[in-house]
T-cell receptor, first 115, second 116 residues
Framework: QKEVEQNSGPLSVPEGAIASLNCTYS??????FFWYRQYSGKSPELIMF????GDKEDGRFTAQLNKASQYVSLLIRDSQPSDSATYLC???????????????FGRGTQLTVWP | GAVVSQHPSWVICKSGTSVKIECRSL??????MFWYRQFPKQSLMLMAT?????????EQGVEKDKFLINHASLTLSTLTVTSAHPEDSSFYIC????????????FGSGTQLSVL
């Protein structure tokens, strides 16, 4: 079983719509979760992080975490063509040791926002 | 903001040669740096964790003798791919954790390695 799973997509939404990206993880003891955006050939950039169950909002982005279901999602409201990228879910897994920042990534979901 | 510089951005080398990649935190001290490898359309795969002044911790399946990591100062970590072969061709990315910044990572711009 893969430790961090995401639908690879591609996910295609029209401009102005809500894009919903999902991620599941295997380690029930994981405490911190991150969403990164990566453009082709570039390094990832952090969009959001979340530690507690529930929703966390930052501008057009909302991260949702459900530890009981081992599920984390990212919603992008009012999607723009510039949001087109690959979105990576990352988890700091407790069973892999407590080193802060030691993240395990999913394969990413490719998002295309068309005008 | 926190800036991580990674050099070179791309390198082409012959099979059997060694390649060194540098990762520098320009405006902060990085107690821990991480090295990742990414194949096309695949995710970032954590290779090793590098702590300043100590030996790197390698992930399972990563050959420590092939991927030499040195973290001699709080602002510099290097990854040397020894005796590179075509299967080592990949995108290598470093990231750094700033002291006191909990788990926020700052990524370098990546190095595309092509081994002929």
């Amino acid at each position: 079983q893969k430790e961090v799973e995401q639908n690879s997509g591609p996910l295609s939404v029209p401009e102005g719509a809500i894009a919903s990206l999902n991620c599941t993880y295997s380690d029930r003891g994981s405490q911190s979760f991150f969403w990164y955006r990566q453009y082709s050939g570039k390094s990832p950039e952090l969009i959001m992080f979340i530690y507690s169950n529930g929703d966390k909002e930052d501008g057009r982005f909302t991260a949702q975490l459900n530890k009981a279901s081992q599920y984390v999602s990212l919603l992008i409201r009012d999607s723009q063509p510039s949001d087109s990228a690959t979105y990576l879910c990352a988890v700091n897994m407790a069973h892999r040791g407590s080193t802060l920042g030691r993240l395990y990534f999913g394969r990413g979901t490719q998002l295309t926002v068309w005008p | 903001g926190a800036v991580v510089s990674q050099h070179p951005s791309w390198v082409i080398c012959k099979s059997g040669t060694s390649v060194k990649i540098e990762c520098r935190s320009l405006d902060f001290q990085a107690t821990t740096m991480f090295w990742y490898r990414q194949f096309p359309k695949q995710s970032l795969m954590l290779m090793a964790t590098s702590n300043e002044g100590s030996k790197a911790t390698y992930e399972q399946g990563v050959e420590k003798d092939k991927f030499l990591i040195n973290h001699a100062s709080l602002t510099l970590s290097t990854l040397t791919v020894t005796s590179a072969h075509p299967e080592d061709s990949s995108f290598y990315i470093c990231s750094a954790r700033r002291q006191g910044a909990y788990e926020k990572l700052f990524f370098g711009s990546g190095t595309q390695l092509s081994v002929l």
